[in-house]
C-alpha cells in the first residue's frame, strides 16, 4: 500500500538558517509524483513544490528544493535562509502510478522559525 | 485571479440536520477533489471529479455522505445526517488535470456538530 511517512512532529530553526524537513514514501508504481504543501496557522494549504519519480534533476523554487533520493525513497524539503514567515505545518504527499489523481499525505512537519 | 471558492467558511450544526458545502474550482481547472481533515486522521481525500465524473470515491467514509459535479464551476458536498464525529475541515481543491498537477486548494470550511 501507498504509504507517507514524515518522522519529525516538530522542528525549530534559527532565522536566516536552512532547515530539512524529512519525508520517506513506499509505493511499488514505478511513477509516481511527490509534493510538498505548506499549511499556515490560517489554515490554507499552499503547494509548494513537485518531484516527478522520472525527474532526473531535484526540483527548486526559490527558497525551497527537494532533495530526492530514490534509492532510499526519500523526498526530503529544503528551505534555505528561513523567514519568521515559514513558520507553519508542512506536508509531504505522494500522488501513486497511473495516473490518479489521488493525493496521499503524511502527518505533517511542525516548523518554527525563531527570531 | 479568483482561487478555489468555499462556502461557508464555517459551519455549526446539530446532531442529525443536512449539511450542505460548496466548492467553485479554479476556471480552466478539470479536476476537483475534496478532502477532510482532522487531528486523528490529517488529510484524506474523499472523492474526486474528473470532467465533472466522480473517478474515485473510496474515501467517502459511508452512505450519509454524498458528492455532486453537476457543471465544471460547482461541487457540493452533503452530509445527511450529520454526527459529531464528522466536525472536520473539509477541504476542496482543483487542478488542470490528474497526476503531476499540482493542486490548489481552497481556504476550507470548519465544521463542527454538536
Known amino acids: 500500500a501507498q504509504k507517507i511517512t514524515q518522522t519529525q512532529p516538530g522542528m525549530f530553526v534559527q532565522e536566516k538558517e536552512a532547515v530539512t524537513l524529512d519525508c520517506t514514501y513506499d509505493t511499488s508504481d514505478p511513477s509516481y509524483g511527490l509534493f510538498w504543501y505548506k499549511q499556515p496557522s490560517s489554515g490554507e494549504m499552499i503547494f509548494l513544490i513537485y518531484q516527478g519519480s522520472y525527474d532526473q534533476q531535484n526540483a527548486t523554487e526559490g527558497r525551497y528544493s527537494l532533495n530526492f533520493q530514490k534509492a532510499r525513497k526519500s523526498a526530503n524539503l529544503v528551505i534555505s535562509a528561513s523567514q519568521l514567515g515559514d513558520s507553519a505545518m508542512y506536508f509531504c504527499?505522494?500522488?501513486?502510478?497511473?495516473?490518479?489523481?489521488?493525493?496521499?499525505f503524511g502527518q505533517g512537519t511542525t516548523l518554527q522559525v525563531k527570531p | 485571479d479568483a482561487g478555489v471558492i468555499q462556502s461557508p467558511r464555517h459551519e455549526v450544526t446539530e446532531m442529525g440536520q443536512e449539511v450542505t458545502l460548496r466548492c467553485k474550482p479554479i476556471?480552466?481547472?478539470?479536476?476537483l477533489f475534496w478532502y477532510r481533515q482532522t487531528m486523528m486522521r490529517g488529510l484524506e481525500l474523499l472523492i474526486y471529479f474528473n470532467n465533472n465524473v466522480p473517478i474515485d470515491d473510496s474515501g467517502m467514509p459511508e452512505d450519509r455522505f454524498s458528492a455532486k459535479m453537476p457543471n465544471a464551476s460547482f461541487s457540493t458536498l452533503k452530509i445527511q445526517p450529520s454526527e459529531p464525529r464528522d466536525s472536520a475541515v473539509y477541504f476542496c481543491?482543483?487542478?488542470f488535470g490528474v497526476g503531476s498537477y499540482e493542486q490548489y486548494f481552497g481556504p476550507g470550511t470548519r465544521l463542527t456538530v454538536t
Open positions: 476556471s480552466g481547472h478539470n479536476s
Open positions: 504527499a505522494m500522488t501513486p502510478g497511473g495516473n490518479t489523481g489521488k493525493l496521499i
Open positions: 481543491a482543483s487542478s
